[in-house]
């Protein structure tokens, strides 16, 4: 066998670490790559088997399997109830309700839900009759998981859409008010959760706040529509409609420098209070 010059023998033997140590650092970075794909992947399953094996199979013992105990949500329930409570006046309501996922997209311990849920409402919903309708909603969710369990839960539906289809609402929301409104101007449409106990005080900073806006200049008229839930807690709809979005806008100005000046936390108190709330901007729509 020939052997290496000298010289040339010298070099391998000073290079060959160099070349081992790239190769192991490679491998490391491709394997914790590997390792977060991984991780993605299984969060994106928890939170599609928590959906369609959870709730379209009404498995609320796998539900209690896929969320963390430290999952916190409505009046401070924890664990699986806390998931399960909202959605269960629905699937009381709609009892054939099935959620449908149409996409799913992870980014390390964040996990994006877009659905779609379809039933029938053959009972009562809360206080509303049963209209028998096939009723079509859908929402995105954002979500948390850690340890393969969900840990926190963000959630967005279409609920005016919602309401619209059960008739609580008209599906054109001019037709709340006396006069027709006119092109340009704009609703300004808030719906609340308001948990039975404070009740009280979000009526109180409600007829402050009304008063205020009916002061501001572009201020057309407004109303405000409520119920009580078979738990006592208030479903309360506002609408307040405005010469145009230039006259919202410093309208919103307006209110939160009168917040400042009364030292008043909007979003502070709706925290302590357990209060959640759907905005959304409405024009009308044209012939």
């Known amino acids: 066998m020939r052997s290496l010059p000298p010289k040339v023998y010298l070099l391998s033997l000073l ?6 140590n790239a190769q192991a650092t490679t491998n490391i ?14 969060n994106k399953e928890v939170v599609r088997q928590l959906f369609e094996q959870g709730l379209n199979k009404r498995n609320f013992d796998l539900v209690n399997e896929l969320v963390s105990a430290e999952f916190t949500g409505l009046q401070d329930k924890k664990g699986g109830a806390a998931f399960v409570g909202p959605v269960l006046p629905l699937i009381k309501s709609f009892p ?6 149409i996409d799913v997209v992870g980014d390390g311990d964040k996990v994006a839900l877009h659905w779609k849920w379809q039933g029938t409402q053959s009972a009562p919903w ?12 859908e929402g995105m969710s954002v979500m948390t998981v850690k340890a393969g369990k969900v840990i926190n839960a963000q959630v967005l539906t279409d609920r005016l859409g919602f309401l619209q289809t059960l008739d609580v609402l008209p599906t054109d929301v001019n037709v709340l008010y006396n006069k027709k409104a006119h092109i340009g101007q704009v609703n300004f449409i808030d719906k609340f959760f308001v948990p039975a106990a ?27 529509y409520e119920y009580n839930d078979n738990e006592g807690n208030l479903i309360c709809i506002t609408v307040a409609m405005w010469q145009n979005s230039e006259a919202l806008n410093k309208a ?15 979003p502070a108190m709706f925290k302590r209070l357990n209060i959640t709330m759907d905005r959304g901007i409405y024009t009308q729509m044209q012939n």
């Open 29 to 42: 970075k491709n394997n914790k790559k590997e390792i977060v794909m991984n991780t993605t992947q299984q």
């Open 126 to 137: 809360f206080n509303l009759a049963g209209t028998n309708k096939t009723i079509t909603n």
């Open 96 to 101: 054939d309700i099935q959620w449908n996922v």
């Open 15 to 20: 290079m060959a670490p160099g070349i081992m």
């Open 252 to 266: 919103k100005e307006a209110v939160q420098a009168e917040y400042k000046k009364q030292g008043f936390d909007a």
């Open 198 to 224: 404070a009740i009280k005080e979000f009526q109180e900073r409600m007829h402050i706040n009304r008063n205020f806006i009916k002061t501001l200049p572009g201020f057309i008229e407004d109303a405000a």
